[in-house]
């Protein structure tokens, strides 16, 4: 008990002394101290999971978004897993406290709106901000409207963001103010896609294909009639089909369009993964080796991303309450068509594990550490 708020520390740079960007690595031998908004949905409950065990970051303030509580209670109401794990109540949203607040970075698993409205405030304290919602995905706010349905008015705060998927974006993420942490099916085809297209190896317009499908948890804690147990169990449905908001964050991180790109997202009655099969055509002959070595090669410095030999394709028992993104492969040489198997917990290196490993990045820990 009590590994959650371990940070009991004096001496610690005051909010003026934070905007000093250039101090990270002197900070960086401190514990980390953190604050998550949202800690009721499924998300909050793996950040504090993972957070309750960081060796360099403990939690000081928890909240929910605000909409479901509306006075301070124990975690373990809204997390029975997490009973005995942290002293500090959750309080509903309290913009004026936490800014208030001696922290270095708040997480937001909260509403695409609600991040939406607070983290400039939060930048303008000087804190950095982990967001898990879709709020600063996209570089064009007049996106949002179409893919988010609303209106984006934090445009300074968007021209900050930083996309952060570790392995892509490494360096820039050591240096954000504000990460805006990938979709869960974003992470999986991102991941799968990225060396075949940075490389130059795939005839776009031949048509991208992902069929991507996830567990129950993807949707969020929030209740729905489309959730309800005897409608998930022993079904497999299609949903979001060309609409679904991972779309144009996908397209902007691989550089493609949305003509040469079908996603498919189904839903599993199963709790938690991510297994996307992803189809596209080769521009050259190639044999499967060769694709494993470029993806070897690529992800050679990402302790998170594990690349399966050939013959051996990933499954969602593989990845599941793990950090890991799985990445395996099959090809037909004499027609140049690959399908690349991507597998991760949505919950996992998907949101939480993600964010954290972002954090880790972003104070100057190894990108793994607290996560495997």
């Known amino acids: 008990m009590g590994t959650a708020t371990k940070p009991e520390i004096t001496g610690r740079a005051s909010p003026?002394?934070?905007?000093k960007a250039a101090d990270l690595k002197s900070r960086s031998a401190l514990p980390v101290r953190a604050a998550v908004l949202g800690a009721t949905g499924y998300a909050g409950r793996e950040l504090l999971t993972l957070l309750a065990r960081h060796p360099n970051?403990?939690?000081?303030?928890?909240?929910s978004s605000g909409l479901d509580r509306k006075r301070p209670f124990a975690i373990e109401q809204a997390h029975p897993v997490l009973r005995g794990r942290f002293s500090i109540p959750c309080v509903p949203l309290d913009l004026e406290g936490l800014v208030a607040s001696e922290l270095d970075v708040v997480f937001l698993a909260t509403p695409h709106e609600t991040s939406h409205d607070v983290v400039p405030r939060l930048l303008d304290s000087g804190m950095r901000v982990i967001d898990l919602s879709g709020a600063f995905r996209l570089k064009e706010t007049g996106a949002y409207p179409r893919w988010y349905g609303f209106e984006h008015r934090a445009s300074q705060a968007l021209a900050e963001a930083v996309y952060g998927v570790p392995e892509l974006d490494h360096g820039a993420i050591t240096q954000a103010k504000l990460v805006s942490n990938p979709g869960c099916y974003a992470t999986s085809v991102i991941l799968a896609l990225a060396p075949l297209l940075r490389s130059g190896w795939v005839d776009v317009s031949s048509g991208i294909i992902s069929d991507s499908k996830s567990g129950a948890s993807g949707a969020g804690r929030a209740p729905s009639g489309k959730l309800h147990f005897p409608?998930?169990?022993?079904?497999?449905?299609?949903?979001?089909?060309?609409?679904?908001?991972?779309?144009?964050?996908?397209?902007?991180a691989l550089d493609i369009e949305e003509k040469d790109f079908i996603f498919?997202?189904?839903?599993?009655?199963?709790?938690?993964?991510?297994?996307?099969?992803?189809?596209?055509?080769?521009?050259?002959?190639?044999?499967?080796?060769?694709?494993?070595?470029?993806?070897?090669?690529?992800?050679?410095?990402?302790?998170?991303?594990?690349?399966?030999?050939?013959?051996?394709?990933?499954?969602?028992?593989a990845v599941a309450n793990t950090q890991f993104a799985d990445l395996g492969f099959a090809l037909d040489e004499a027609t140049g068509r690959l399908i690349v198997v991507s597998a991760l917990d949505n919950l996992g290196k998907g949101a939480a594990g993600q964010a954290v490993q972002n954090m880790n990045l972003m104070f100057g820990f190894p990108q793994e550490l607290g996560l495997v």
């Open 16 to 19: 003026a002394a934070k905007g």
């Open 57 to 63: 970051a403990g939690v000081l303030r928890l909240m």
């Open 231 to 252: 409608e998930v169990n022993e079904n497999c449905r299609a949903y979001g089909i060309f609409n679904h908001r991972h779309v144009p964050e996908m397209l902007q």
């Open 264 to 317: 498919t997202p189904h839903l599993l009655p199963i709790t938690r993964g991510i297994l996307s099969t992803i189809y596209v055509r080769l521009q050259e002959r190639r044999t499967l080796d060769q694709v494993v070595s470029l993806f070897k090669q690529f992800y050679g410095h990402s302790p998170l991303v594990r690349v399966y030999e050939a013959g051996s394709l990933p499954e969602i028992q």
